[in-house]
């Protein structure tokens, strides 16, 4: 065997160990906290409290499915803890660790990641993907917030003659 086998043979597990983990797989370091958010954070879900807190909350839910490996992910945590600030009271904001929570990630068919899903009613109306920014989020979440749903229901057009 020639040198360029032996090192092909010698790196073949570190390439295989790399592939199967996926992209950006250092595991991110923990985000420091936005002095912003006063400290307030998002709901921390599982698979056992997961109806609890989205199917049977009474108001709409925006729920982040994470992994500590997804560098993304992280980056989105301090954007998370400002709209949990801002929607206190009009939406609960929720995170869910795909890693410890499978049955959840399977459910739901969760491929990409940061993927989030915006519940009301016990029912998924709405997924994003990727990282979002702070408007974002408010704005994917305005349709289903309480203050909407009223402004709605005020309008002339939506009242039955």
Do not use: H
């Not at 043979?9 to 991110?28: E, K, N």
């Not at 006063?38 to 698979?47: A, E, M, R």
């Not at 609890?52 to 301090?78: F, G, N």
């Not at 029912?123 to 979002?132: A, C, D, Q, S």
């Amino acid at each position: 065997m020639n040198w360029s086998t032996k090192l092909t043979i010698a790196l073949l597990p570190i390439v295989f160990t790399v592939l199967q983990m996926g992209c950006d797989s250092r595991v991110a370091v923990k985000p420091l906290d936005d002095p912003k958010a006063n400290g307030i954070k998002p709901v921390q879900l599982t698979d056992a409290n997961f109806q609890t807190e989205v199917i049977e909350s009474d108001i709409p839910v925006l729920v982040d499915m994470w992994a500590p490996w997804c560098r993304p992910c992280i980056e989105m945590k301090p954007t998370l803890r400002l709209v949990t600030e801002q929607l206190t009271g009009q939406a609960k904001i929720a995170e869910l660790n795909i890693d410890k929570n499978p049955f959840i990630k399977e459910k739901y068919g969760i491929d990409r990641y940061p993927t989030l899903l915006i519940f009301r009613d016990g029912e998924e109306v709405g997924r994003l993907f990727g990282v979002k920014t702070e408007y974002e989020l408010i704005d994917a979440l305005s349709p289903f917030l309480s203050s909407s749903i009223e402004a709605e229901d005020d309008n002339p057009r939506n009242k039955d003659d």
